[in-house]
C-alpha cells in the first residue's frame, strides 16, 4: 500500500469530524487540497526539491492524530516559564496544534491588533482571515502543503492593522506533548497592514520521548512600509520529524527579517519562500543549523524579485557532527523588469568530521541587466593551523575547537535585532557546543 493511502482513508473516514472541529473558512480550501494531495503524494527523493529528504518514507509510521481535539491534560504557562533576561514578551502557547486559550497573559495590546487561536479568528473574523487565509500557501504545487490544509483545524493568528507597532515581542511556544507516537499539523496565519510593525520569536519543544512529526504552513504579509522580525527556534529531540513552508509576501518599501535557527532536532525540512511584489521591497534571510549523531537539517529557500529596486540578503551557516547530514538550496529569482535588483546569497558549511555530509545548491536566475547579485557556498573543514596555533597557546583542542565553531555562526546571531535574544543565542549555542542541555532558564520541560 502506497504511503498516502492510510491518510486518504482516514480524511475519507473523518472529514466531518475534522470540519466540525475547526471553522468554515479553514475548511473552504480543504477538498480542493486533498484532492492535490490525492494527485501529489508526498514528495520523495526523485524529486529535485525535495533531494535530500525523503517525506514518503517520513510520513510511513502509524502516527496518532488528534482530529477529535481531545484536551491535552498540560498547563504550559505552569510547566514553561521562558525567562531571557532582559527581554520581556507577551508569551502564548500552541499545545500540539491547538492553541492554548484556558489562560493567556496580561499583555495589553495596541487597539485594533488581533491574536490568537486561528480557528477561533476565523468563527469571529471570516471575512478578514478569508483575505489571507490559503492565499500564499498554493496546495497545488507542494504535497506537505497540500496535506496540511487537509488536516489543519487551528493553529495561530496575528494581524497588526494600518500604522499600529506592536512594542513587546510577541513569543509563540509550539509544545509537542503526547503518550504516544503522534502527528500534528499546524498553521499560522501573521498580517502586517500599512505601516505597522511587530516581531515575532516561535519556538519548537518537545516535553515527551516518543516519535513526533509535525507539518507547520506559515503565511506572512508584509503590507507597504511594515517591519517585520520573525524569528524561530528549534529545540526538541532526535524522534522528532518536521516539516514546515512558510510563505512570505512582502509589498513595497516593507523590511523583514527571518532568522531560523535549529539547535537540536531529528530530521527537519525548512522551506521558505519570500515573493517581493513592492518597489523598495527588503528581505533578510538568515539561518543556522547545530547537528550531530545521525540529525538532519535541510533548508530550501526561494527569493523572487518581482520588481525592480529590491534589496535581498541570505546568510545560511552549519555545522555538521558525527555522521549529521545538512542540505541547502538556495534560489534567486530576478525577473524581467527588475532592474537595480541588490542580492547576495552565501552559504558556509563545516563537516567536523569525515563522515558528516553537506549537500549545497546556490541558484542565480536572472532576466535583468542592470542588478547587482552574487552568491556563494563553501564547505569544508575546521582550520587546522588555527586549532594549532590555539594550542601552542595553551587553550586545550576540545576549547579551541568549540571557539572556532562559535565563531563560525557568530554572524548568523548577530544579524538578530533584539539585543536580549541575541545574547540568549549565544549562550545556547556555546552550551550545545558544549554538549550540554540546552536549557531555557527556568524552562520545566527542558529539566
Known amino acids: 500500500m502506497k504511503v498516502e493511502q492510510q491518510y486518504i482513508d482516514l480524511f475519507s473516514q473523518c472529514e466531518a469530524m ?51 481535539r481531545l484536551d491535552i491534560p498540560v498547563n504550559p504557562y505552569e510547566v514553561f516559564k521562558c525567562d531571557v533576561p532582559n527581554m520581556s514578551t507577551a508569551l502564548y502557547f500552541v499545545v500540539n496544534d491547538a492553541f492554548y486559550s484556558k489562560a493567556l497573559p496580561k499583555t495589553p495590546l495596541p487597539e485594533g491588533v488581533l491574536l490568537g487561536s486561528l480557528k477561533d479568528m476565523a468563527t469571529q473574523y471570516p471575512d478578514l482571515v478569508k483575505k489571507y487565509y490559503g492565499k500564499l500557501a498554493d496546495t497545488s504545487k507542494d504535497g506537505i502543503t497540500a496535506f496540511n490544509t487537509t488536516f489543519a483545524q487551528d493553529g495561530f493568528m496575528l494581524y497588526v492593522p494600518k500604522g499600529v507597532v506592536v512594542d513587546k515581542p510577541i513569543q509563540l511556544v509550539n509544545i509537542l506533548r503526547a503518550d504516544v507516537n503522534f502527528m500534528v499539523n499546524r498553521r499560522l496565519l501573521v498580517a502586517l497592514e500599512e505601516g505597522a510593525q511587530a516581531r515575532m520569536l516561535v519556538c519548537d519543544h518537545a516535553m515527551d520521548d516518543v516519535n513526533f512529526l509535525s507539518t ?47 539547535l537540536h532536532n531529528g530530521t527537519t525540512r525548512n522551506t521558505t519562500e519570500v515573493t517581493l511584489n513592492g518597489r ?20 530550501h529557500t526561494s527569493i523572487d524579485h518581482k520588481v525592480s529596486d529590491c534589496i535581498s540578503n541570505e546568510l545560511f551557516k552549519y555545522v555538521l557532527d558525527d555522521q549529521s547530514v545538512g542540505a541547502f538550496a538556495g534560489k534567486v529569482l530576478v525577473r524581467p523588469g527588475a532592474q537595480h535588483t541588490s542580492s547576495q546569497q552565501t552559504n558556509r558549511n563545516i563537516c567536523a568530521t569525515r563522515e558528516a555530509r553537506m549537500y549545497t545548491q ?32 595553551g587553550i586545550s ?7 572556532l565553531m562559535f565563531a563560525f555562526v557568530n554572524e548568523v546571531i548577530d544579524t538578530i535585532r533584539m539585543d536580549a535574544l541575541k545574547d540568549r543565542l549565544h549562550l545556547l549555542v556555546e552550551k550545545r557546543f558544549r554538549g550540554e542541555l540546552n536549557k531555557c532558564q527556568g524552562c520545566a520541560i527542558c529539566k
Open 18 to 68: 475534522i470540519c466540525r472541529h475547526s471553522a468554515e473558512v479553514m475548511n473552504a480550501p480543504r477538498a480542493q487540497a486533498f484532492a492535490d494531495f490525492e494527485r501529489l503524494g508526498f514528495p520523495t527523493t526523485k524529486e529535485e526539491k525535495y533531494k535530500y529528504t525523503d517525506a514518503a518514507k517520513l510520513f510511513a509510521p502509524d502516527y496518532g492524530l488528534n482530529l477529535n
Open 216 to 262: 507547520q504552513v506559515v503565511e506572512v504579509f508584509v503590507g507597504d512600509n511594515a517591519v517585520f522580525d520573525f524569528y524561530e527556534l528549534e529545540e526538541t529531540h532526535n524522534r522528532t520529524v518536521r516539516f514546515s513552508n512558510m510563505y512570505v509576501a512582502q509589498e513595497a518599501n516593507s523590511n523583514v527579517l527571518l532568522n531560523g535557527m535549529t
Open 280 to 299: 523598495g521591497a527588503e528581505i533578510n534571510l538568515c539561518g543556522m543549523a547545530i547537528a550531530d549523531k545521525n540529525e538532519h537539517v535541510d533548508n
Open 362 to 393: 546556490p541558484q542565480l536566475e536572472i532576466y535583468a541587466d542592470d542588478v547587482k547579485c552574487s552568491h556563494g557556498a563553501t564547505v569544508g573543514q575546521l582550520d587546522e593551523k588555527a586549532l594549532f596555533y590555539m594550542q601552542q597557546r
Open 397 to 403: 583542542y576540545k576549547e579551541a575547537r568549540l571557539l
